[in-house]
């Protein structure tokens, strides 16, 4: 399709507006972290870097920090077991109520993370609690986990559509056991799925704060603490530095989880017939 002139100028400005929209505020928050006044002014008279040697120097940002850390990781394992799972069992298999879980698998994503955050907090009061299980790092995992799984499950899912089960028929058919096949066929097309999934998890971890509120307790993740220190006046300007490490922190797993899921691994290449033949060959 040939497009005019001003089409072509119209579509641009549209893309440069809604780039604007999204991260002007985003520059804008960066900008501060480099502000030498504790108090906020624009535009900024005075430049300086000192507040991230004060960010560094807080115990409670360390802490908070290595809290989210934890957190996004075990929720990220989680998802990974769980949502790879589901994933299988949707694309390899035909069954009564395939359509229902995949809806459910779905459906905490969709869901406020209010009621999410409700919903968990009541199960662990009213459930977990009289088993020995209380508010901590463990519990922000399960809650964090909830909506992890549905990104490693579509990404999972989604390659797994795009590759045929031939392969996994013909590895069957030659001898291989369901291990082997998985090891040496199906996990190789899935693993830059996987880890996509993953960064996004855990990056999705990283920046939650709202189910974090109702199942965190007397812990504090990285958003947590930067909410709750937000309206000191005083402590602004390390609120700011921390933002923008956050902001780098976040880009960078999206980032390359964009750049993995460019990775089709459609089946039916060379690399496919080779992975066939690795299942069946005997182990050491």
Not at 105 to 130: E, K, N, R, Y
Not at 259 to 270: E, Y
Request: glycine share 8%; net charge neutral.
């Amino acid at each position: 399709m040939v497009e005019s002139r001003l089409t072509r100028v119209l579509l641009r400005l549209g893309a440069g507006l809604t780039l604007a929209f999204v991260y002007v505020p985003l520059v804008v928050i960066a900008l501060y972290a480099f502000n030498e006044q504790v108090t906020q002014r624009w535009p900024i008279e005075d430049w300086s870097v000192k507040w991230f040697s004060e960010a560094y120097r807080d115990d409670g940002v360390r802490t908070a920090l290595w809290n989210s850390v934890v957190a996004g990781l075990g929720a990220t394992a989680i998802a990974l077991v769980l949502g790879t799972l589901a994933s299988l069992a949707i694309a390899r298999y035909r069954f009564f109520g395939r359509e229902a879980v995949t809806f459910a698998v779905i459906l905490p994503i969709a869901l406020p993370g209010i009621v999410t955050g409700l919903a968990l907090q009541a199960t662990i009061i009213d459930v977990l609690s009289p088993l020995g299980v209380q508010f901590g790092i463990a519990t922000i995992v399960i809650g964090h986990a909830t909506f992890c799984v549905v990104v490693v499950y579509n990404n999972a899912l989604a390659r797994l559509r795009r590759t045929a089960g031939s392969l996994d028929e013909a590895s069957a058919d030659l001898g291989a056991d369901s291990w082997q096949t998985f090891r040496h066929v199906t996990f190789p097309q899935l693993r830059t799925a996987l880890l996509a999934g993953g960064l996004l998890a855990f990056a999705l971890s990283f920046d939650e704060i709202i189910v974090t509120i109702f199942t965190s307790g007397a812990q504090q993740t990285l958003p947590i603490w930067m909410y709750a220190t937000l309206f000191r006046p005083g402590e602004l300007p390390v609120v700011n530095v921390v933002a923008l490490f956050v902001i780098v922190l976040s880009v960078l797993p999206v980032w390359l989880a964009l750049r993995l899921a460019g990775d089709t691994g459609v089946a039916g290449t060379r690399p496919g017939r080779s992975a066939v033949a690795a299942a069946v060959e005997p182990e050491p």
